[in-house]
């Protein structure tokens, strides 16, 4: 069965940097995307990045430029360097995978539990 465990969160200041890691497994990556999302206490989940099995990615306009998705398929991780990270960036980040290639969250079949990043 598909297992995905995030781990890397934390708290840091702003302008400061963290990296997320998932760790992937029992999926079939040749037919699956990964993606990040997050979510705010409050607000419902949103996109963060997206990448396909050619390393394509794609951002949401709220964090282009700062941060970038990676993956490393031959040891089945997934990873988020985010840098100049901002307040609005606390958030509990979630790894996700599915056959879609976008950022809604509807469209992503398997979830990780989260890992929280607090940006002050």
């Known amino acids: 069965h598909v297992q995905l465990v995030e781990s890397g969160g934390g708290s840091v200041q702003a302008e400061g940097s963290l990296r997320l890691a998932c760790a992937a497994s029992?999926?079939?990556?040749?037919?699956?995307?990964l993606a990040w999302f997050r979510q705010a206490p409050g607000k419902e989940r949103e996109g963060v990045a997206v990448?396909?099995?050619?390393?394509?990615?794609t951002y949401a306009e709220s964090v282009k430029g700062r941060f970038t998705i990676s993956q490393d398929l031959a040891k089945n991780f997934l990873y988020l360097q985010m840098d100049s990270l901002k307040p609005e960036d606390t958030a509990m980040y979630y790894c996700?995978?599915?056959?879609?290639?976008?950022?809604?969250?509807?469209?992503?079949?398997?979830w990780g539990k989260g890992t929280q990043v607090t940006v002050s």
């Open positions: 996700a995978t599915g056959q879609y290639y976008g950022l809604l969250p509807n469209g992503m079949d398997y």
């Open positions: 990448i396909d099995i050619e390393d394509t990615p």
């Open positions: 029992g999926y079939k990556y040749s037919d699956y995307c």
